[in-house]
């Protein structure tokens, strides 16, 4: 499980803070605030970059401990920079980084409870990690790449998959 689970969010995650960083040099070149970036929605309803980037490091971490029969630790959501969401993505991966492969054995079947809409539902890990958790975290490190190349970021598919 843990080769499920720990090496490919920590990629995804180290692709997110490459484009981050192109993200940043962007706005330097272009003479564009951060904010513009920073705080960009794909449509009003949605969470902002700042928000997406969050949301991908908790799930990522979430699952890292959730599947390793550990609470979660905590993460404040207080990133306004892209500093910030730097220093948030490299303590989330440096936090996924403490579980051993072995704190993974047996996560398939370990019962595994979260909060949604209000009510605990629990599942086996398997479930937890294939149907909430995976999707989950692609879905809001996607929607940053998505929000950052709408807005002119020269970035592609090799950025998001880690591959530049």
Partial sequence: MHAHIVPPMDRTLGALSAILAKAEAHCAAENIQPEALLTFRLFPDM???????????????????????????????????FEGLQQRIAATRAYMAEFPATAHDGAETRPITIKMRGND????????????????????ATTAYNILRHNGVKIGKRDYMGAA
């Fill in 121 to 140: 539902v629990t599942m086996p890990g398997l479930n937890y990690l294939t149907m909430y958790s995976v999707p989950q975290f692609h879905f809001h």
């Fill in 47 to 81: 969470y902002p970059l700042t928000r997406q980037v969050q949301l991908a490091c908790d799930f990522a971490a979430r699952a890292a401990a959730r599947l390793a029969g550990e609470e979660p630790r905590s993460f404040p959501d207080t990133e306004t920079t």
